[in-house]
């Protein structure tokens, strides 16, 4: 599974930005696949995730209400809706992918497998 994220960029505080993540797997629709970030000097610290159907979504505390994640199993693409964003998003975002098995939920990066390569979200003051 290889997994390729962009959609990063410089924005003002309050606004949006949209993420996106293809993967290049026959079997997308059959995966779990979250978000994480990582700021400068922290740990990487799990965003959202959504089913392989994409029929149940779960999100942290810190980004509930501000953000949605979606996917197109059509296109094998996993999206991040950011909104009324603010400087402490600022970090570079990680998709991520696991192969369903158990619990959908996964919020911790060692429960997945594979992982983009980042994409860097700036929010200035």
């Known amino acids: 599974v290889q997994l390729q994220a962009c959609g990063g960029g410089l924005v003002q505080a309050g606004g949006s930005l949209r993420l996106s993540c293809v993967a290049s797997?026959?079997?997308?629709?059959?995966?779990?696949m979250g978000w994480f970030r990582q700021a400068p000097g922290k740990e990487r610290e799990f965003v959202a995730v959504i089913r392989w159907s994409g029929g149940s979504t779960f999100y942290a505390d810190p980004v509930k209400g501000r953000v949605t994640i979606s996917r197109d199993n059509a296109k094998n693409t996993v999206y991040l809706q950011m909104n009324s964003l603010k400087p402490e998003d600022t970090a570079v975002y990680y998709c991520?992918?696991?192969?369903?098995?158990?619990?959908?939920?996964?919020?911790?990066?060692?429960?997945?497998?594979?992982w983009g390569q980042g994409t860097l979200v700036t929010v200035s003051s």
């Open positions: 991520a992918a696991q192969p369903a098995s158990g619990r959908w939920y996964r919020t911790s990066a060692s429960e997945y497998d594979y």
């Open positions: 797997v026959r079997t997308f629709s059959s995966l779990v």
